[in-house]
């Protein structure tokens, strides 16, 4: 059996945002926030999700979204230092700050690479 495992390592904190400086809060839905509300874009920190163990750090930049019926909106994020690309929930209905509708129709709107 070989699923996608999410490991949490006590990784829901806030931090600044790499790519626009923004500074993004925890979720408050009980998941992990993994990408700045504002511009969408990530930090490759992890090899498996939640594990924060990847050593890359490079900035992960969206670019496509998609709508999935079980999840819900996904970012697909690719790294701009190794080429890494992963997926990731859009964070829409997050009460304290959620993703921003309009950062998520600009990406939609993109043609992909």
């Known amino acids: 059996m ?6 949490v390592v006590g990784t829901n ?3 600044t945002c790499g790519h626009c400086g923004a500074q993004v809060e925890p979720l408050r839905n009980g998941s992990v926030r993994n990408h700045c ?4 874009h990530s930090r490759h920190v992890d090899v498996l999700p939640g594990d924060r163990a990847c050593t890359c750090h490079g900035i992960m930049e969206p670019v496509a979204v998609d709508q999935s019926g079980k999840k819900g909106w996904m970012i697909t994020h690719r790294c701009q230092k190794c080429g890494f690309e992963g997926r990731n929930r859009a964070a829409t209905d997050d009460p304290g700050q959620p993703d921003s509708w309009d ?3 600009a990406v939609s709107a993109r043609r992909r690479d």
Not at 37 to 40: A, V
């Open 2 to 7: 070989s699923g996608r495992r999410f490991t």
């Open 13 to 15: 904190n806030s931090f």
């Open 37 to 40: 509300p504002e511009c969408l």
């Open 103 to 105: 950062a998520l129709i």
